[in-house]
C-alpha cells in the first residue's frame, strides 16, 4: 500500500500543474454545464451557443493578475455575445450576412493584435458563433435568444475559470519567474550527451535556447511593470532569480559547448554516464524552484534545499573526475572551470528562493524522497493587452485573405441553402494562418482526422446509443478534444468529429448524409485555406529570411568585437556584453524560427535552404564560442594577443561580407581573399605555466574552433541562391 501511495504522490506531483490536463478538465466541465441544465431542467436558453461560448472560454489559458483575468474574461464574454446577436440579426438576409461576418472577422485581427496569447482564441470563437447563428432564422427575437444563451454561457465559464483560483496558486510575478526557470530545465535536458544524434540534440538546443530567451524576456518585462505600481512582496528577490535563471543559462550553453569538445577526446566514453546524474539534478532543481515559486509551500521549499544540497556534491564529484580521467586536457580544464562556476552560483539560489517563501522555517514531516519532474510544465506569462503595435504586413493580408474567404464561404451556404454549410467557412478559418507552411500543416492535420473522424462516427450511425450514454460520451470526447488540442491538431479533430455526430444526436437523427455533407464542406474549406494562401497575397518566408539572417551576423560581429575589446583592455562580463550576447542570442532564434517556417513552404519557395541552414548554424556556434570566452573576462587582467586582434578583425569583415552577400548587396571585401587569411591563422598554445581559469586559454581554443567555422560559412554562402528581388525587412 506505501508503495501505491508513493507512485499515486509522484504522479500527483508531476502531473497536478499539466496545462493540457487543466485545459481538458475546464472545457468538459463548461461545455457539459448547460447541455446537463438543459436536457434536466428544460431551461428556457439556447444550450447550443451557451455550451459552445463556454467551452470556448473556459479553454483560454488566462493569466496575469486576478483583476486584469476577471476583466478579460468578462469582456471576452461580452464581445463573444455580441457576435452571436449579431449573426442572428443578420441572418435573414444575404448583403447583411456578408457584411456581418466581415466585420467580425475584422475584428478578429484586431483581437489578434491586441493580444498575442488571448486574441487568436477570441478571433476564432466569435466568428465561430457568428457562423452558426448565420444558418439559423434571423431576426430581433432569434437575435436575442442567441445573445442571452452566448452571455449566460460566457458567465458560466468565467466561473468555472474563477473557481480554480483558490485552489491553484498563480501570483503573476511568481508565475512569470517561474516560467523561466522551467524553460531553463527543458533547455538542461536537452544538454545531455545522450539526447539523441548530433544534429538532433543541436536542433532541441537551439529551440530550448529561443523559448529561454522569450521566457525570461517576458518576466523581465513584467517585473519592471510591477516597479511602478504599489508595492509588491518580494519584488527585488524575484527580480535576482529571474537574472539568476539567465546567468545559469549562459553558463549552462558554455558547458553544452565545452561538452562537445571534450567528447571528441579519446576515454570520454569513461565519463560519459558520470555526466548523467548531474545534469538530471540540474534540471530537477530548477524545476522545483519553479515549483517553489508557484506554491509557496514549505514542504516544497525543503525538497528544494535537498537538491540544491545534492547538486553541489555532484558538481564537485563531476569536476574531480573529468581532472583525473583527463589530467593533461585543455578541453577537460575548461569544462571543469564552468562547472566550477556553476556550482558557485547554486549556494546564491538557495538563499534567493529562501528569501521568497514566507514560511520558509516552518517544519513538519516533509518526504524529501527526490523524484523527477520531467513533465511539469508552465506556459510563460504573456502581456495582457498590446496597445501600440506596430504595422504588420503579414497580419494585414492574412486579415484581408480571411475576410475575403469567410464572404465566400457564407455566400455559398446561404445562396445554396446548406443547413451545415457553415463548416465551409469554419474550415476556412480555423485552417488558414498567417503563413503557408502553417497552413499546409493545419489542412493535413484537420483532412485526416476529419476523415478518421467521420469514419468512427459512421459507425455509431448503426447504435441507438441511450441518451445517458451520449452526454457521458460527449463529456469524454470534449476532454479529449481540448487535451489534443495543442499537443497533436490531428487527433483533437478526431475527437470534435465524433463530438459534433453526438451533439447532432440530442436534438435530431443522424444521417449518412449528415457525415457526407460535413466531411466534403471540411475537405473543401481545406483546399480553399490552401489555395488562397499560395495564390492571394501570398508571403514566402523565403522573402523573409535575408534580412533576418543579415541582422544575426552582424550582431555576431558586434558580440565578438566587444569581448575582444575586453579582453585586451582587462574588463570583466559586464552590461555591455551581456546585452550584446543576448542580442545575438535573440537574432539567432529568429533566423532559426524563420528556417522551420520555410522548410514548410512548397519546394519551390524553398531555394537552397541547406546552405542557408549551414549559414545560421555556423553563426549559432561562433555565438556560443565567443560566449564561453566572455565568462571567463575578469576586470583588470588584459588577456592581450595579437591573434586575437586579427581574429576579430577579419571576423568583422567576414560577417560584413556575409551580411551583404545575404541581402544581395556589394561585399566590401572578397570572399576567397578573407577565407585564405582566416585560414592562415595561428592561435597560440597556453603554455605549461598557464591554468584553465586565464582568459588567454579561453580564447586562444574558442577562437580556434571560430576560425573554422567561419571558413566553412564562407563555402557555405557561395552555395547560396540570390537573394529575392525586393526581400520584406520584417
Known sequence: MSGVIARWRHAIEERRLQPDLNRACRAAVAFMGPVLVAVWWRAPFEASLAAITAQSLAMVDIRGSYPVRLGLLLAMSGVMAASSWLG???????????????????????????????????????????????????????????????????????AVQVSLWPFRAQHPLRRAVADSWVALSDLIADLAPERGGLGARHEAIVAREAV??????????????????????????????????????????????????????????????????????????????????????????????????????LLQALEHRVQTQFPSSNAAAQLTGILHQIGSVVPEISRLLRSTVDRADERAAFSLELFDLQTWTLRPLASALNFHWQPDPALNRFIARAVVLQMFGVAVFKYFDLSRGYWLPLTVLVVMQPDYGTTRLRAGQRAIGTVVGSLAASALLWLELPPAVVLVAMAATMFFFAFWLKRN?????????????????????????????????????????????????????????????????????????????????????????????????????????????????????????????????????????????????????????????????????????????????????????????????????????????????????????????????IVAAAATDSPPDNPVVS
Not at 221 to 232: D, E, I, T, V
Not at 495 to 511: G, P
Not at 598 to 625: F, K, V, W
Open 88 to 158: 442572428g440579426i443578420a441572418s435573414a438576409s444575404l448583403p447583411e450576412a456578408l457584411a456581418a461576418v466581415a466585420l467580425i472577422v475584422a475584428l478578429g485581427g484586431v483581437w489578434r493584435r491586441l493580444s498575442p496569447e488571448y486574441g487568436p482564441s477570441l478571433a476564432v470563437g466569435t466568428a465561430f458563433l457568428a457562423l452558426l447563428t448565420l444558418a439559423h432564422s434571423g431576426g430581433v427575437v432569434e437575435a436575442d435568444r442567441h445573445f442571452v444563451g452566448a452571455l449566460i454561457g460566457g458567465l458560466w465559464a468565467v
Open 212 to 313: 529561454l530567451r522569450t521566457t525570461l524576456d517576458q518576466a523581465s518585462a513584467a517585473l519592471a511593470a510591477a516597479q511602478s505600481g504599489r508595492p509588491r512582496a518580494h519584488l527585488q528577490e524575484l527580480g535576482e532569480l529571474n537574472l539568476a535563471a539567465a546567468r545559469l543559462a549562459t553558463r549552462m550553453v558554455s558547458f553544452g559547448t565545452a561538452l562537445e569538445a571534450l567528447a571528441g577526446e579519446p576515454g570520454f566514453e569513461a565519463v560519459r554516464s558520470s555526466l548523467a546524474p548531474a545534469i538530471t539534478s540540474l534540471a530537477n532543481s530548477a524545476r522545483t524552484i519553479a515549483l517553489v515559486l508557484v506554491s509557496r509551500q514549505p514542504s516544497h521549499l525543503a525538497s528544494a534545499d535537498v537538491r540544491l544540497r545534492r547538486l553541489s556534491s
Open 489 to 713: 491538431y490531428a487527433i483533437a479533430v478526431g475527437f470534435i468529429t465524433l463530438f459534433v455526430v453526438m451533439i447532432t444526436e440530442t436534438s435530431e437523427k443522424v444521417t449518412l448524409g449528415f457525415t457526407v455533407e460535413r466531411t466534403l464542406s471540411t475537405l473543401a474549406g481545406v483546399v480553399l485555406s490552401l489555395g488562397a494562401t499560395m495564390l492571394f497575397w501570398p508571403v514566402w518566408e523565403r522573402q523573409l529570411y535575408p534580412p533576418k539572417l543579415a541582422r544575426a551576423l552582424l550582431a555576431n560581429r558586434d558580440y565578438l568585437n566587444l569581448v575582444v575589446q575586453r579582453l585586451q583592455e582587462g574588463g570583466g562580463y559586464d552590461g555591455p556584453v551581456v546585452a550584446a550576447k543576448r542580442a545575438a542570442e535573440a537574432a539567432n532564434s529568429l533566423v532559426f524560427a524563420s528556417l522551420q517556417r520555410i522548410y514548410a513552404e512548397p519546394r519551390g519557395q524553398r531555394g537552397a535552404i541547406e546552405s542557408a541552414a549551414a549559414l545560421a548554424n555556423g553563426n549559432q556556434r561562433i555565438t556560443r564560442g565567443v560566449t564561453v570566452v566572455a565568462i571567463h573576462l575578469q576586470a583588470g587582467k588584459p588577456a592581450g594577443d595579437p591573434a586575437f586582434v586579427r581574429f576579430a578583425a577579419l571576423a568583422d569583415q567576414t560577417f560584413s561580407m556575409l551580411a551583404a552577400t545575404t541581402l544581395g548587396t556589394a561585399a566590401a571585401a572578397s570572399r576567397d581573399d578573407l577565407r585564405t587569411q582566416i585560414d592562415a591563422l595561428s592561435f597560440p598554445s597556453p603554455d605549461s605555466r598557464a591554468t584553465w581559469a586565464t582568459a588567454e586559454y579561453g580564447a586562444a581554443t574558442q577562437f580556434s574552433r571560430c576560425a573554422t567555422e567561419l571558413s566553412a560559412m
